[in-house]
C-alpha cells in the first residue's frame, strides 16, 4: 500500500454565486447598502449612485456606484476582488493611513450583492499615481444559464465534465487613465426590477443610517444620489436624521478603568444614570430619544418621508446590520432588539419602535460576542446578543417608568386644579350671595343670573371631576383582571400537570381495588389506597377551586385572613410540588393578621412568588428552603420572602421587575410575575423591593409591603 500523500482542494458549484447572492442577500436595498459600504472601506471621501432611466426598465438601464476611494491595482483585482471569502479585511482591522477607519466588510462576499441588482457587471479601477484604468467584465446570466444547463446533466451517466464556478473567466483589459484620479466604478445594467421613486426615498432614507449620528469622523463621507427618472433626485445627498424634536432624550456610557456601565434609572419623578459592572456583552454607549404626539408631528413636518423606526446598532461608527429586511408594512418588519415584541405582547404604557429613535455603539475590541450573522439581516443568536437585547430593553423600561412618573405628577397636579376649581367657585357663588343681598335692585337680576352660571359650571367642574376619578378606576379594574387572566395562563399548565399527575395515581390505587377488592389479605393496603385516594382528591379540588377564583373579578375588597390564606397556599396547594421539588418552607405569621385586600390578588401575588423560588431552587443540591415571615411596621404589613437559591446577580438587580424579563426562560419563566406584583402593589400605595438576602451568601429576598387600608 503506497503511503504517497496527494492534495485535494475545494471548487465552488456555480450555484455558489446565487447562494452568496440572490439567496443570501434577499434585499436590492441591503445589496446596494453593501456595495457603499465597500466604498467607506477604500477610503472614499464622496460616493455617488446613479440611477439612470431604471422606470421603466429597459436595456438602457443602469446603477452605477462612483467613489474616489484607494481604487485596486490588477494584483488586488485578482486576489482580493475575485477571491471569495477574501481574508484582507480580518487581517487588516483599519483602512491605510491617514484615514484608519475601521472596516466594515469582513466576510468577502458583499461583492456578490450586485448580482441582486442587475445581471451584468463593469468595474473600472485606478489608484493614484497609474495612468491605467483596469476594467473587469462579470457577466452573471451566464452563471444562471451554466446552473440551469448543469442541472439537466447527470454526471454519472455522461463523459461530459462539470465546469465550476472558478472555472468561468470574466474578461478584463486596460484604458488609459489621469495620474492624478483615483477610485472605482461599478456599472451594473440588466437590472433585474424597475425602480419607483418610493424606492429610492427608502434607498436615501437606509443610506442615512450607514454613519452613526453620534460618530465624529476625521475625514468626511458623503454619499450623493443621482436619477435621471426624478427631480428630487436630481443630486440629492444623503443626510442623517436630526434629532432636536425629541421630547426625551439620554446618553450612556462607560469607565473602561473602573469597569462600570452606565444605565437609566427613573426615580422620583426624574430620569437620571447610576452605575453597575460590565454586561456579559461588553461596554456600550447609548443614546435613545423618545418622541411624543406632538414630537412625531413635528418630526413629520420637517423629514416628511422619514420614520421614527427604532434603535440601530453601530459598530466602530458604522451601522453593524443594514436594517431589518424591508417590508412595505412597518408592522412586518422584523423586530431584531424585540421592542415591538414587548409593546404588542403587553400593551399597557409601553414604548414601540415608532416612539424611539436611537443608537447602540460597540466596538470590535469591546464587544467581540456580538457577531453579524452571514445574512446581514440579523446577528449571531449567543449569550452576548441576547444581553445586548436586554440593555436596551432595560433603558426603554426606564423611560416608560420616567414617562409613567411624569403622568401622575401631571395627574395630580391636574386633580389638585379641578378641586380648587370648584373650591373656588363655591367661594365665588358665597361672595356674590352677599353681594346680591345688598345690591339695587336693577343689579340684582345680573348678579342672580351670574350667580346661577357659576353654580351651573361648578356643577359641571365637579362632575368632571367624578367621572375622571370613576374613569380611572375603570381603567384599574380592566388591568388588574388583565394581569389575572396572564397569571391564569401560567396557573393553568401547572393545574394540568398536576390534574395529570393526580389522576395518574388515583387510577393505579383504582386499578389495584378492581383486581383485588374484596380480598381479605389486602384490607390494609385497601384501607391505605382509599385514603391515598381521598387525599389526592382534597389536592386536586384544593387546586382547582384556586383557579375558578380567577373567573371574578379581582375588584372586590375583602377582608382576607393573612395567615389562613398562606397556609392553605404552602400547606394544600403546593404541597405537591414542594414534595416532588424537596423544598422546606417555613411561616413565621400571627394569627388574626386581618388585611383589607382583594383576596385573589392576595393570593395571586404570593404565588408567584413561591413559583420563582421553586425555579430558583432547581439548582440547589443542599437542603432547598423557602421562609415567608409577616411583620408590621408603621401601620403597614410587611411580607418577607425569602429563598436560598441561586439568588440575582448584580447586573440583573435593576431589571427583575420589568416585564417579559426573566432569568429562568430555561425553566418556564415568562418574566411576568415580579412585573405584576409591582404594578399591582402600587395601584393600592403598596411595594415590592429587593433586600438584602437572609440567606446570605446565595438566596434572594424580597421585602412586599401592604396598606392595611386601600
Excluded at 695 to 700: C, E, H, M, V
Aim: glycine share 4%; charged share 30%; net charge neutral.
Amino acid at each position: 500500500m503506497s503511503n504517497e500523500k496527494n492534495n485535494l482542494k475545494f471548487r465552488f458549484d456555480v450555484s455558489a454565486y446565487r447562494l452568496l447572492g440572490r439567496e443570501l442577500i434577499t434585499d436590492r436595498i441591503t445589496a446596494l447598502f453593501e456595495l457603499v459600504k465597500n466604498s467607506y472601506d477604500a477610503n472614499t471621501d464622496k460616493v455617488h449612485v446613479y440611477f439612470d432611466s431604471v422606470n421603466p426598465k429597459t436595456e438602457e438601464s443602469k446603477i452605477v456606484i462612483q467613489d474616489d476611494g484607494l481604487g485596486m491595482t490588477l494584483t488586488d483585482l485578482k486576489d482580493k476582488w475575485m477571491v471569495i471569502g477574501t481574508s484582507s479585511k480580518r487581517r487588516n482591522r483599519e483602512s491605510p493611513a491617514p484615514y484608519k477607519r475601521k472596516v466594515v466588510g469582513k466576510k468577502g462576499v458583499g461583492r456578490f450583492a450586485v448580482d441582486k441588482l442587475g445581471a451584468k457587471l463593469l468595474l473600472r479601477t485606478t489608484k493614484k499615481g497609474s495612468d491605467k484604468l483596469i476594467c473587469l467584465e462579470t457577466d452573471w446570466s451566464q452563471y444562471a444559464d451554466l446552473e440551469l444547463e448543469q442541472l439537466k446533466i447527470d454526471f454519472e451517466k455522461t463523459k461530459e465534465k462539470q465546469q465550476f464556478f472558478t472555472d468561468i473567466e470574466n474578461k478584463y483589459w486596460f484604458e488609459d487613465a489621469d495620474i492624478d484620479i483615483q477610485g472605482t466604478t461599478l456599472e451594473i445594467s440588466k437590472i433585474s426590477e424597475t425602480w419607483t421613486e418610493s424606492d429610492l426615498k427608502r434607498a436615501n432614507t437606509e443610506l442615512s443610517k450607514l454613519i452613526s449620528p453620534n460618530h465624529q469622523t476625521k475625514y468626511p463621507f458623503e454619499i450623493t444620489i443621482h436619477s435621471t427618472d426624478y427631480s428630487e433626485f436630481k443630486k440629492k445627498v444623503v443626510e442623517s436624521i436630526a434629532i432636536q424634536y425629541a421630547t426625551v432624550e439620554a446618553s450612556l456610557s462607560f469607565d473602561f478603568e473602573t469597569g462600570k456601565q452606565q444605565i437609566l434609572k427613573a426615580e422620583n419623578g426624574e430620569l437620571r444614570t447610576i452605575e453597575v459592572e460590565k454586561r456579559s456583552c461588553g461596554f456600550l454607549k447609548m443614546n435613545i430619544y423618545y418622541f411624543d404626539q406632538p414630537a412625531k408631528n413635528k418630526f413629520k413636518k420637517v423629514f416628511s418621508d422619514e420614520l421614527i423606526d427604532g434603535i440601530k446598532v453601530y459598530r466602530d461608527g458604522l451601522i453593524a446590520t443594514p436594517f431589518a429586511e424591508y417590508s412595505g408594512t412597518q408592522n412586518e418588519q422584523k423586530d431584531l432588539l424585540g421592542i415591538d415584541k414587548r409593546r404588542y405582547s403587553y400593551f399597557f404604557d409601553r414604548l414601540g419602535t415608532r416612539d424611539l429613535l436611537g443608537s447602540i455603539e460597540i466596538t470590535d475590541v469591546l464587544n467581540p460576542g456580538i457577531i453579524d450573522a452571514t445574512n446581514r439581516q440579523d446577528f449571531v443568536d449567543n449569550k452576548e446578543w441576547h444581553e445586548l437585547r436586554k440593555y436596551v430593553i432595560e433603558q426603554i423600561s426606564q423611560i416608560e417608568a420616567y414617562l409613567k412618573q411624569t403622568r401622575e405628577t401631571k395627574k395630580a397636579k391636574v386633580d389638585s386644579e379641578l378641586k380648587g376649581a370648584g373650591d373656588d367657585l363655591s367661594q365665588i357663588r358665597k361672595e356674590l350671595n352677599k353681594i346680591s343681598k345688598s345690591a339695587p335692585v336693577e343689579m340684582k337680576e345680573t348678579i342672580d343670573a351670574i350667580e346661577k352660571q357659576v353654580a351651573k359650571t361648578q356643577v359641571s367642574v365637579n362632575k368632571g371631576l367624578k367621572t375622571k376619578i370613576t374613569l380611572e378606576e375603570e381603567k384599574k379594574q380592566q388591568e388588574s383582571l388583565l394581569f389575572s387572566l396572564i397569571s391564569l395562563q401560567t396557573f393553568s399548565s401547572t393545574l394540568a400537570h398536576i390534574t395529570r399527575t393526580i389522576i395518574g395515581r388515583i387510577k393505579r390505587t383504582s386499578e389495584f381495588f378492581k383486581e383485588r377488592f374484596p380480598d381479605p389479605k389486602f384490607e390494609e393496603v385497601f384501607k391505605k389506597g382509599a385514603e391515598k385516594i381521598f387525599n389526592e382528591m382534597e389536592k386536586l379540588s384544593g387546586a382547582i377551586d384556586f383557579m375558578l377564583k380567577y373567573a371574578k373579578s379581582d375588584s372586590k375588597i375583602e377582608e382576607v385572613d393573612v395567615k389562613t390564606t398562606l397556609e392553605n397556599l404552602f400547606g394544600n396547594i403546593h404541597d405537591y410540588t414542594f414534595q416532588q421539588e424537596d423544598i422546606k418552607y417555613e411561616l413565621v405569621v400571627k394569627k388574626d393578621l386581618i388585611l383589607n385586600y382583594n383576596q385573589t390578588a392576595f393570593e395571586d401575588i404570593i404565588e408567584n412568588l413561591i413559583s420563582n423560588s421553586t425555579k430558583a431552587l432547581m439548582d440547589v443540591s443542599e437542603k432547598r428552603l423557602i421562609k415567608c415571615e409577616c411583620l408590621i411596621e408603621n401601620d403597614k404589613l410587611v411580607i418577607l420572602f425569602s429563598d436560598n437559591g441561586s439568588g440575582i446577580k448584580e447586573e440583573d438587580q435593576f431589571r427583575i421587575f420589568d416585564v417579559f424579563y426573566t432569568t429562568t426562560a430555561e425553566q418556564g419563566g415568562a418574566g411576568m410575575g415580579l412585573f405584576i406584583i409591582k404594578t399591582r402593589l402600587e395601584a393600592i400605595q403598596g411595594s415590592i423591593e429587593l433586600v438584602e438576602s437572609q440567606f446570605k451568601p446565595t438566596g434572594a429576598t424580597f421585602k412586599i409591603t401592604f396598606p392595611f387600608k386601600r
